[in-house]
């Protein structure tokens, strides 16, 4: 168990079982929050087999050093942070990944997670991870030849993957949301339900330097979707994509960076992977940088 202290009380997070507690009645002093954002991600590379034409990250090279990643984990471990995220690019495409996850899962208490395309989790891969990450999130973006289309690879290896992963951790299935795939969502809550996920994140598509946000229509369509839906899998969507949607939030004075953070594979501390300002984590260290991003974006929750 990990306890963490905040706004909305102290919070009780086993990483083995995704059990969740919070003691709301339980009230705890600013000074004693925990310093740390709640989770973090981390761009380990920018590298990507695929090119996907609405995807957010730095077409840069850009790869992140096994000690400086784990110095990283550390501090945040110390400082109250729950779980860490680790992505890209495509995080297997690292050429420590497993390294990464294991040393993640035996030197801190923190809950390791990746999100990935899911094409690379082959059994030696699997093999590795076992015991060393607690949840795997796999983009699955449309079904058939939708998935094909725009992911340019067989759609049936993807749902062999999908029942790969579930072998070794839980997985949840994410899906950007587009004109593509909006008509899909059916489908793929149904193959979430077929591959037993124990989620399906909704990710509205952002604007990137080539192609624009959803509009007012798809995120109309989206939310007539979500009210209607009754899948039997647990649905979520993004923070950057929720406004307006019928959401329920269990820590609502837990916001910005002391909710999430995200650090690139450059080495600078942000807000989420679509912000623009950043800071470098430098020697000081990564609450340090944190802790500079808040004051320069303002965010003093």
């Not at 590379?45 to 077409?59: I, M, V």
């Not at 600078?268 to 004051?295: C, H, P, T, W």
Request: glycine share 8%; net charge negative; with cysteine.
């Amino acid at each position: 168990m990990k306890y963490r202290n905040g706004p909305d009380g102290l919070h009780i997070f086993d990483r083995k079982t995704g059990f969740n507690a919070l003691f709301d009645e339980v009230r705890i002093p600013r000074e004693r929050w925990s310093n740390a954002p709640r989770h973090v991600s981390v761009a380990l590379t920018n590298l990507c087999d695929l090119h996907c034409a609405y995807c957010y990250a730095p077409k840069h090279r850009a790869v992140l050093d096994v000690d400086v990643v784990g110095r990283w984990l550390s501090e945040l471990d110390a400082a109250g942070c729950l779980g860490v995220g680790f992505g890209g690019g495509e995080p297997t495409l690292h050429p420590a990944f497993a390294q990464i996850c294991e040393s993640a899962a035996r030197n801190t208490a923190l809950a390791v997670t990746f999100t990935t395309h899911g094409q690379r989790l082959v059994p030696p891969l699997l093999d590795r991870l076992a015991g060393n990450v607690h949840f795997i999130r796999i983009s699955v973006d449309g079904v058939s030849g939708t998935y094909e289309r725009l992911r340019g690879r067989p759609f049936e290896a993807l749902r062999q993957r999908l029942r790969d992963a579930l072998q070794i951790a839980p997985v949840g299935i994410n899906v950007v949301v587009n004109q593509d795939t909006i008509g899909e969502l059916d489908a793929i809550a149904a193959l979430a339900e077929e591959v037993a996920a124990s989620e399906l994140l909704l990710l509205p598509q952002q604007a990137t330097p080539t192609v624009s946000a959803i509009d007012a229509s798809l995120k109309h369509q989206l939310e007539s979707w979500i009210n209607a839906a009754r899948p039997r899998v647990r649905l979520a969507i993004s923070e950057a994509g929720s406004e307006g949607m019928p959401t329920c939030d269990p820590l609502p004075n837990e916001k910005g960076l002391r909710s999430y953070a995200h650090i690139d594979a450059s080495g600078f501390a942000r807000q989420n992977s679509y912000a623009k300002e950043g800071i470098m984590v430098g020697d000081e260290g990564v609450i340090a940088a944190i802790d500079r991003l808040r004051a320069v974006t303002g965010d003093m929750n």
